[in-house]
C-alpha cells in the first residue's frame, strides 16, 4: 500500500519520536540501523520529513535528528505519507489504471474507495505520539 520509502519513512519518525522522548539526538546511521534501511536512502527520507517540519535536523558534531516533545502529539501519520508519497494514495486506482474515477471506474473502483476513506481517517487521526508511547511499552515492535 505505501511505497518502500514511505514505510521507512514512518518508521524512522516513531523510532526518532521514542528517542525524543528521553532527550536523546539520533545519528543517521542508527536510524537506518534500527529500521533497516540503507544509509543512503534513509537520509534522503529524513531530508524530505524535514522538509516538511516533521523532524528536525540539528547540524554538528553531536547533532541529529530528534522531534519537539510537544509536537510528537501533533504530528499525524498523514503528514508523513503525505512528506514522502504525496496525496496518490488517496487518489490512485486500486488496480493501477491511469484513468479510473466515478464515470470510468476499475472494477474494484467501489470497493477500493471505501477502503482509501478508512486509510485516510485511520491516517489523519493516528498521531506519532500513539506509535511511539506503544514502541515505549513494548506493546509494538519496528522490527522481528
Known amino acids: ?7 521507512y519513512g514512518i518508521k524512522a519518525a516513531i523510532f526518532i519520536a521514542t528517542k525524543s522522548y528521553e532527550g536523546e539526538l539520533v545519528s543517521p546511521k ?3 540501523q534500527e529500521i533497516d ?6 537520509a534522503k527520507i529524513l531530508q524530505a520529513l524535514v522538509r516538511h517540519g516533521v523532524v528536525n535536523s540539528i547540524k554538528g558534531a553531536y547533532g541529529g535528528f530528534q522531534i519537539d516533545k510537544n509536537r510528537i502529539a501533533t504530528v499525524k ?9 504525496g496525496d496518490g494514495i488517496y487518489n490512485g486506482c486500486g488496480l493501477g489504471l491511469h484513468k479510473c474515477d466515478e464515470e470510468h471506474p476499475c472494477p474494484v473502483h467501489d470497493k477500493f474507495k ?8 485511520m491516517l489523519e487521526h493516528t498521531s506519532l505520539e500513539e ?3 506503544d514502541i515505549k511499552s513494548g506493546v509494538s515492535f519496528l522490527k522481528t
Open 1 to 7: 500500500m505505501f511505497s518502500k520509502a514511505c514505510e
Open 30 to 32: 542508527e536510524i537506518s
Open 37 to 42: 534501511s540503507p544509509q543512503a536512502f534513509t
Open 77 to 85: 501519520l498523514s503528514q508523513i505519507v503525505n512528506a514522502i508519497d
Open 114 to 121: 471505501t477502503i482509501r476513506t478508512e486509510l485516510r481517517e
Open 131 to 133: 506509535l511511539a508511547l
